[in-house]
């Protein structure tokens, strides 16, 4: 059974900014840190997809939208860094573009919530 950095937001976003996730998910898909992981770990997908809001939230104009990125095994203690690095870059510049309410992020399936550092606008 792996771990995974999960992440959750709140967001309504018209078309333009549905292109503008997608391109940004592929500028970190294509980084060289990504590939290197992606070839020598066969590092997963940057998921990033809506969910269905439940009862309670059908009313909302926000939908909720959810991630999750596994873990690859085999990891030494700087390549888990540089790992949480790259998919917490990913999900920092989608709070940097698109904003969003709450914002939950957790390293090691939820256990460790990652913070939010306001000066430099990134999750660490």
Known sequence: MSMNI??????HLCEPQ???LWAIKTKHEHSEAYRRFEQEYGMES????????NAEEAHSDNSLWWGAVAYPSGLD???FEEF???VLGFVSELRRTFGG???????????EPAKWHEEKEMFY
């Open 18 to 20: 549905l292109a503008q």
């Open 46 to 53: 940057l998921m990033i997809e809506p969910r269905q809001p």
């Open 101 to 111: 309410d709450n914002w939950e992020v957790f390293l090691y399936d939820n256990e």
């Open 6 to 11: 999960t992440y959750r937001v709140r967001w």
């Open 77 to 79: 203690f700087l390549e």
């Open 84 to 86: 949480q690095e790259i």
